[in-house]
């Protein structure tokens, strides 16, 4: 019922969106996706995906993200025989609307997130919030914004037990246009909770190849304060995808 209540909610969110037709210029969305394959003495399957569109309206400002990691390994069990085990498999989805007011780089925000990780500690991780959003600054060069407010979380751990509470959401995003063809973005997000506190952080380095094609370096960190015996707190992704601008 929780999973469900969640993805309704991020639904919600990007079906609140107002829509303005002479405002569609205003969207951009771009498209990420890498795959590695490997065979011989070590055979690995490994595949992520994900968009990320933004769009900016008289009174709205607002990002969605989608993201999705699966990895599979050859694996020689006890007795010598080969055997294929999935060895990462996470999704996770966000929407966040900002309401402008009557100084646009003073936002009212709302936000909705779904992340299901098959083997970290929780089986799922969602999360909505309110607040304050502040865009610090913004020119062709560089931009800084901020949001903060107060939300509640959902959660259930791999033994069934739920984890749910009041948490405080703090974020923000730096971006810096290195020059015409590269790019430097570093994202930061923590939810504190009295039970558990998730944290995550993506630094990324990106540059154009040709048109709207460009090879994007990143290192994204996951991080929870209460985890089970046995499992890790932090988990780190060091990826080289390809990123496509579709407008």
Request: net charge negative.
């Amino acid at each position: 019922m929780k999973k469900q209540f969640i993805s309704v909610a991020i639904l919600a969110a990007i079906a609140a969106t107002p829509v303005v037709a002479e405002e569609e210029k205003a969207l951009t969305m771009d498209g990420e996706f890498g795959f590695i394959f490997t065979s011989g003495n070590t055979e690995t399957t490994s595949a992520s995906a994900g968009f990320n569109a933004k769009q900016e309206l008289d009174k709205w400002s607002n990002e969605y993200i989608v993201k999705g990691l699966y990895k599979k390994d050859t694996i020689a069990n006890e007795d010598g025989e080969d055997t294929e085990r999935t060895t990462a498999q996470k999704f996770f989805a966000s929407a966040q609307g900002n309401y402008k007011l009557e100084n646009p780089d003073h936002r009212l925000f709302a936000f909705a997130s779904y992340e299901d990780d098959r083997f970290s500690n929780f089986k799922y991780q969602g999360t909505v919030a309110a607040g304050w959003n502040q865009k610090l600054w913004g020119d062709e060069k560089s931009s800084f914004e901020y949001s903060i407010g107060p939300g509640y979380s959902f959660a259930e751990d791999q033994t069934g037990e739920s984890v749910n509470g009041a948490i405080v959401r703090g974020a923000v995003n730096y971006n810096w246009n290195i020059s015409e063809t590269s790019r430097f973005t570093q994202t930061f997000s923590t939810e504190i909770g009295s039970d558990n506190t998730k944290s995550r952080a993506e630094s990324a380095l990106s540059a154009q190849i040709a048109g709207g094609l460009s090879m994007k370096f990143s290192v994204k960190f996951d991080h929870n304060t209460d985890v089970a015996d046995g499992i890790d707190k932090l988990d780190t992704e060091t990826a080289v995808t390809l990123v496509y601008s579709f407008f």
